[in-house]
Structure formats: structure tokens, C-alpha cells
């Protein structure tokens, strides 16, 4: 899994390139046109064009019925009875494009959340850096210990923090200057690294690295899982969340995301003679 993961991270890092030092908006805007552009023919190809023309035509009729008649109780009635039925229909014959489309959907959701849900250190700025441990009761006292250690670039300002009998471990790190830095978790005999970055630009981040699965892996794709054999289930780095000013509305990625790809969408159902 972490060899895909490598491929489609090299993929949407191309992708990305030009927008790194620009504002987020930007970034978004060409991901949401790159979706609606694989969604539409997705959709075209595995629906059935013609009945769904038909129910929406129903729909249609059914809906100038309300207008038409509208003193008439028994036709309103049966026009709103249909109204439901043919929506219903409708959903059926958008059920299986959609299913289709979930899958593409998913991995350009994925992997545009690990440029657009945090964003990185600026120098200067605090995190909260924290290790959970797998199975503690199972360790000794003296393997509960974590110790970290940061390259430089990265100061550790507290302590660490154990709670939870050692299960979990908490520091906090500052950023001293730009860069890409590392985090090292000893725990036992093995060192487990992470990555920290400490830039101005919109970049990849793992915000949490957890331990090898094709779940975890799937969902966290910024960087690779956690080696077999360590301790350690996850390790998470407290990055502050992005926010994206659109008109002067501060809004969260995922919503602009949506919002933007049905916009492109509805734009180009006519160009790729999609019915939605």
C-alpha cells in the first residue's frame, strides 16, 4: 500500500506544483475542474441517459401539473404522489454511476485533505507532538519511556508529559526556522522518524502517522506508516488548520471543494452532453 501511496502522492504533487506559493483558492479551483472533468464522463457512461431524461421529464410534468391545477385538491394530490415516485426512480438510475464514481471521488478527496486540511509551521510558531503506544500493559515500565529527539531547525520546549499509565506521551516543539525537519520517537530498540515542515507554502502534510495497514494507509497517505515491530501505534504532529479566505469568508476546504466541483459540473454538462 505505501508503494501506491508513493505513486499518487508523486501524481497529485505534480498536480499541485504550480499552486504551492499562491493562494489556496487556486489550488482548489483546479481540483474541483479536474474532478467534475473525471465525474462527468464516469457518470455518462455508467447511467442510463435516456430514462433518466424520461423521469426528468415526468418530474417535470408533474411539477407544471401543481401550477396548472392548483384549485384542483385531487390532481394536486396525485401530482405531488408522482412527484415523489419519479424522484425516486431518478435516484435509483443515479445510484450505480455514483457508486462508480465514489471510488475516483475518494482518492482526489484523500489526497487534496493532506495539502488543504493543515497547513505548516510558520517559524516561530508551537505544536503539540504526541505517541501512543500499542499495548503498554504488555511493556515494561522502562519501555513505556518514549524519548524524542527533533533535528535541528525544531527546539523540544517541555518535558515529556505521560498519561494514561505511559500509554500516551506529549511534548511541544517549536519551530525555529524554515525547512523540512525530523522528529525521532525512540521507543525500545527502534527509532521511528517523522517528518515536521516549517514553510509558508501549501504542501503535503501528515498530521498523524499511524501503524502499517491498508486502512491506515489509504487514509493517511502523506507519509509512510509506522515500521512492524515498533511500539508506537501512532504519532501525531499538531499542525494548525488551513484556512482559505474566499471573498473574504474564512471557509473550510471541503466545503469550497463541493461547492466548486458541482459549479464546474453543471458548467460542463452540456460540453460532455451529460444528463444529471
Known amino acids: 500500500m505505501n508503494f501506491i501511496n508513493i505513486v499518487f502522492n508523486s501524481l497529485f504533487d505534480i498536480f499541485f506544483y504550480p499552486f504551492r506559493s499562491v493562494d489556496s483558492i487556486y489550488g482548489l479551483c483546479a481540483i474541483s475542474l479536474f474532478t467534475a472533468i473525471i465525474a462527468l464522463p464516469i457518470f455518462k457512461y455508467t447511467s442510463n441517459q435516456e430514462e433518466i431524461k424520461r423521469v426528468k421529464a415526468r418530474i417535470m410534468g408533474h411539477i407544471l401539473e401543481l401550477r396548472l391545477f392548483k384549485d384542483d ?3 394536486i394530490l396525485s401530482a405531488q404522489k408522482n412527484i415523489l415516485k419519479f424522484n425516486m426512480f431518478y435516484l435509483r438510475y443515479t445510484l450505480k454511476p ?3 464514481m465514489m471510488i475516483p471521488m475518494v482518492v482526489i478527496f484523500i489526497h487534496t485533505a493532506v495539502r488543504y486540511e493543515y497547513r505548516p509551521l510558520h517559524p516561530g510558531e508551537s505544536a503539540i507532538v504526541k505517541a501512543k503506544l500499542h499495548n503498554p500493559n504488555e511493556l515494561s515500565i522502562k519501555d513505556r519511556e518514549l524519548v524524542l529527539t527533533a533535528s535541528e531547525g525544531l527546539s523540544i520546549e517541555t518535558p ?4 494514561d499509565g505511559g500509554k500516551e506521551t506529549y511534548w511541544r516543539i517549536r519551530a525555529e526556522r524554515e525547512g523540512i525537519f525530523k522528529l525521532g520517537f525512540q521507543a525500545r530498540d527502534m527509532e521511528v522518524a517523522k517528518r515536521v515542515l516549517v514553510s509558508g507554502k501549501v504542501a503535503r502534510l501528515s498530521s498523524e502517522t499511524l501503524k502499517s495497514g491498508i486502512v491506515s494507509s489509504f487514509f493517511y497517505p502523506g507519509e509512510p506508516s509506522l515500521p512492524e515491530g515498533t ?3 501512532s504519532v ?7 484556512k482559505i479566505n474566499f ?3 474564512n471557509i473550510h476546504w471541503l466545503i469550497l471543494f463541493f461547492i466548486l466541483t458541482l459549479g464546474f459540473g453543471f458548467i460542463l454538462m452540456k ?3 451529460v444528463r444529471l
Open 236 to 242: 501525531l504532529v499538531t499542525y494548525p488548520h488551513a
Open 98 to 100: 455514483l457508486m462508480f
Open 271 to 273: 460540453p460532455f452532453n
Open 160 to 163: 515529556p508529559l505521560r498519561i
Open 247 to 249: 471573498f473574504g469568508w
Open 73 to 75: 385538491i385531487r390532481i
Open 231 to 233: 511500539a508506537l501505534e
